[in-house]
């Protein structure tokens, strides 16, 4: 499974000692298991989502894991992407743990990204709407401002499990935007000044991100 390679592949960047930010989705979960199997004891963890969390301390890492508020710096963090371009903008989000993923992302002192090929796209968003955070009071508000700022589809996120909007880790909802063309990377930042908007998923800062990539044939590279 290509999850499972690119998660195999990150695991030999952690070293004995460190602390690693543990990303969220999918790909991030093979990692948290390849950590368990394969990586050192010695590490300190911080989850960035309670899905994140509960996953390491299944695999028997429960006792590693630190809040964010008690770890001093983030050695490395490894997470996953749902597009990713080659210079490095992501867009993340789908999984709902953008926040304190862009928090811990942005935090570590290196920064390891795992995509499957067909992830790797020439602008954001392709393929998928552009997921932000907001304060559910003024969800309604910010989704208008949007929409009259910015153009597209803005939709209230609904939760598959239960009756209503999805609700984050943090209390807050997502509003999933489509805009009618490719963004400009600063818009991760104008998107910040609308009142009511938490965070957003594209993750354009982290242009030093090391992104490593598996083919359809299990080949891996990086850039
Ligand atoms: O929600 C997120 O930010 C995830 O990291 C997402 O971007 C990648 O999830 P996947 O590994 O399940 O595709």
New binding site residues.
């Given amino acids: 499974m290509l ?1 499972t390679i690119l998660a195999r592949e990150a695991v030999k960047y952690i070293e004995s000692g460190m602390t690693v930010g543990l ?7 093979e990692f948290v298991k390849a950590l368990a199997e394969f990586g050192p004891r010695d590490v300190v963890l911080v989850a960035t989502s309670i899905d994140s969390e509960l996953l390491a301390i299944e695999v028997g890492l429960g006792d590693r894991l630190r809040p964010l508020w008690a770890v001093e710096t983030i050695d490395i963090a490894v ?4 597009e990713a371009t080659r210079d490095k903008v ?9 926040l304190r ?1 862009k928090i811990v992302d942005y935090l570590a002192r290196r920064f390891v990204v ?1 995509v499957e090929e067909y ?1 790797v796209v020439q602008y954001i968003p392709t393929r998928n709407p552009i ?1 932000i955070e907001v304060v559910p009071w003024a969800w309604r508000h910010v989704a208008k401002a949007i929409k009259d700022r910015y153009g597209g589809v803005a939709k209230l996120r609904q939760d598959g499990g239960k009756l209503g909007p999805v609700v984050t880790d943090n209390g807050n909802y997502i509003i999933d935007w489509e805009p009618s063309a490719p963004i400009q990377p600063s818009l991760e930042d104008e998107l910040k000044l609308i009142p009511g908007v938490v965070e957003t ?1 594209i993750f354009s800062k982290r242009r030093d991100a090391i992104v490593i990539v598996a083919r359809e044939n299990s080949s891996v590279y990086t850039f």
Avoid: I, M
């Fill in positions: 999850k990303g969220s989705g999918t790909t991030a979960r997470d996953g992407a749902d992501l867009l993340k989000g789908r999984g709902g743990a953008l993923e795992l992830k997921p998923g």
